[in-house]
């Protein structure tokens, strides 16, 4: 059997008797993180080593703030009230082992002072759950309250002694602790000042965004007698089943938010114990109470419930807020396809030959409209595509003068590539510019030079303002230099306007190792805290890379990041996520077409231009759009029930996320969420669009910084709640904030319709399956039971 090894941390200095307090600064300062199994560590503590230890795990100096995570308990008990042997017997009684003691150097008959040391199987990575489990253990031990200290170092002692060599499960253990706050109820006034805030977050995955439960305690309104056979545990529960503790609190966690719950949860354990079918305990009956008082969120019914037919179900006030049909309340009446044609051809061909070089046009019309065909006959213009495969066929099909942007190179010489490829990860476009031109220097490789003399010639090319130039969104925006008046994109192009980029710390102390000027900006984010910031100018970037000797060693974006608007510093996995926005030439005339073109962010993002607006989304469609709404079909949810809804969709092409192409029979291979819009290969077919595509929380809170919308990261958490979007009423995961909630709105939405718009239903009789419970103002019917 494999031996496990755990991470710990420890000071490399050993020590024959307890050392002087003047000692331990010097001590703490020689404490690095290290692993090893329990009969080592039972090695390290004792004699002749004697080592000082901390149970975390840290990122820096041992501190609070700097605490990563913590798989090694230790439990300090000085104070002589309680025995080794009384500790041990306590907590057997939660099913708690501990693997370690050993007596400290101040150890007496009289004054018996010991350790006791928890291997975990997982590490905790929650700050709150450390601090709830030591919270909780005090309600039963007589331990130091200093052993609640994140950064708590313990002195080696006398001779260690092992009890169990098998580590507690995580899950098993938080369990433990749930148990003895059941059993130790007191006010919460009595806990400490964390106490209540870390119940929020013990069932969280995510120790950044800890998501705090906003539900109302009994706002879902279920049918008893019908609803409650749809989860087995609640249907066997409601028969007489008698179940054990854990059981029933997390049952309570879920009745908690059904209308009438708790109370109709303890009628029916009243009920089974006087029929003599139970034998409930008080501290059953206590528990409901606990429950009800304390801000629990619901606990996951598959954590709890025996019954495999429950094991899909994520929560019971979701599953049964899921099964809500979407309220349509506000019908907004469909255009005629036919007027809409004449109407945006005539608005398209005014805007065209408007004089008005400082406005910006916003067509806003549903995909298959006809956008392509207008551009085919526009002349000396810059139109801007999404990707350089419908550049290349937009411009097949251009029928005035016009030229191309070239598409990336791919040199033979995998030298010269590869460092084009370096020069392009890490953010110097401009070097690989340099070397294209400059392509003799660097390769005899005859074929490779004449593409670069290619490539070039199409670049210069495109100044020829008696042309029209087709290229791709980011060309364009990255070399504004062309001297056209009339820039058109098809399709929104506000991704590449507000670019979110990655780097790491450690990719930026490299550069200070490269060149020390950027040691100020190194201590500059050393003492920052997790969140967001504003970018800091604190050199010259172009000084920056002439001063480099080598660009070799980096792997992230890191050049990008000096010329960002706003970034969000993550310490502990020591990724910094940056956004940068991009203006729109005030010397040119700008318009926007797409059929998700976000109006009301474009003025926030760009307040000092001026706008002329086109809204014409909602128009009639020859095929049909149903809406499946019974799964969310996030990531997560996918993760659950991909299988269930694979079976549904079989047959049909599939769009959905890039990670889950192979989990359905006829996914789209060269199409998924993020990257399908302008695609044109799924014209009048039926397909299944699988996924409620919500992008990262970092994302939204950069792009919400560049638009001037002000928030608290703090009041920028998520959860379940009913909102109106578009004319629905739903319910659905999303900020409070409604700025926030707009952006994120934006992103699962243009996503969606474009995902939808390959199929072509405003001109085609096909039929789209949406399998989400985002409702889009395109879809023709809704299935919530599907």
Known sequence: MEVKNFKYSVSPLVWTSKPPKEEFGYITNSIKSTESTIKMFSELVSPPRSQCWSGGIFEGEVSNKNWKEQSVIGLDYDSGNQTLEEIYRILHNYDIKPNVHYPTFSDTPGHPKFRVVIFLEEPIKNKKNYKLIMDSLNLILDIDKKCKDLSRRFLGGKNAVITSTTPTNLDKFMTSIQKINLDNYVESSDFSSEFSESLLDINSDNDFFSIKSTSIAGEIRIDWEIDSDRIQILSEFKKGTWLTHEQLFGLALNLKYISGGLLRMKKIMMKFDKEGVTEYTDNNYRMLEYVRRMSY????????????????????????????????????????????????????????????????????????????????????????????????????????????????????????????????????????????????????????????????????????????????????????????????????????????????????????????????????????????????????????????????????????????????????????????????????????????????????????????????????????????????????????????????????????????????????????????????????????????????????????KVMGIEFEIKDGMMNNRIVRHRGFEFTFYCFEDENLRDIQFHVIESNLVQAVGRARTLRKNCTVSIYSNFPLYITTEFDPES
């Not at 801007?384 to 550049?391: H, I």
């Not at 318009?591 to 000092?608: C, D, G, N």
């Not at 029930?641 to 060269?670: A, H, M």
């Open 297 to 704: 969120f619901p606990m996951p019914v598959h954590k709890f419930s025996p019954f495999a037919e429950d094991k899909l179900i994520e929560d019971i006030p979701t599953f049964f807020k899921n099964k809500e049909k979407i309220k349509i309340i506000d019908v907004e009446e469909k255009m005629s396809l036919k007027d809409v044609e004449k109407e945006f051809e005539k608005e398209f061909m005014n805007a065209i030959s408007s004089p008005d070089l400082d406005t910006v046009y916003l067509f806003s019309v549903p995909t298959g409209i006809g956008k392509t065909q207008l551009l085919t006959n526009v002349e000396r213009s810059i139109i801007a595509l999404p990707t350089n495969d419908l550049k290349n066929e937009v411009y097949e099909r251009m029928s005035v003068p016009k030229t191309v942007s070239p598409d990336t190179i791919i040199f033979n010489d995998e030298t010269v590539q590869s460092l084009i490829d370096l020069y392009y990860k890490i953010g110097l476009p401009q070097k690989s510019a340099q070397l294209i031109r400059s392509i003799e220097k660097y390769t005899n490789d005859t074929d490779d030079i004449l593409k670069a003399v290619d490539y070039l010639e199409k670049l210069d090319d495109c100044h020829d303002d008696m042309k029209s130039v087709i290229t791709t969104h980011k060309r364009f925006l990255n070399s504004q230099d062309l001297p056209h008046t009339t820039v058109i994109f098809d399709e929104d192009p506000l991704d590449s306007l507000t670019e979110i980029k990655e780097t790491s710390i450690k990719d930026i102390i490299y550069l200070e190792f490269l060149n020390p000027s950027v040691k100020s900006l190194v201590d500059f984010l050393k003492g920052l805290e997790n969140g967001i910031y504003e970018t800091p100018v604190m050199f010259d970037v172009e000084d920056l890379i002439k001063e480099c000797n080598s660009f070799k060693g980096f792997d992230s974006n890191v050049f990008g990041f000096f010329t960002s608007n706003y970034f969000f510093i993550n310490r502990k996995n020591g990724k910094i996520n940056y956004v940068t926005k991009r203006d729109l030439p005030s010397d040119k005339k700008i318009i926007i077409m797409s059929a998700t073109v976000p109006i009301e962010l474009y003025k926030k993002l760009y307040p000092s231009r001026k706008f002329k607006v086109f809204d014409r989304r909602n128009v009639e469609q020859v095929g049909k759009v149903v809406q499946h709404t019974e799964r969310s079909c996030s990531r997560l949810s996918l993760e659950k029930f991909k299988d269930e809804v694979s079976e549904k969709v079989r047959g049909l092409p599939t769009l959905t996320f890039k990670k889950f192409k192979y989990s359905f029979d006829s996914s789209c291979e060269d199409m998924h969420f993020f990257n399908c819009s302008g695609s044109d290969i799924l014209n009048g077919k039926d397909l299944a669009v699988v996924g409620t595509p919500h992008g990262s929380v970092i994302q939204y809170f950069l792009l919400a």
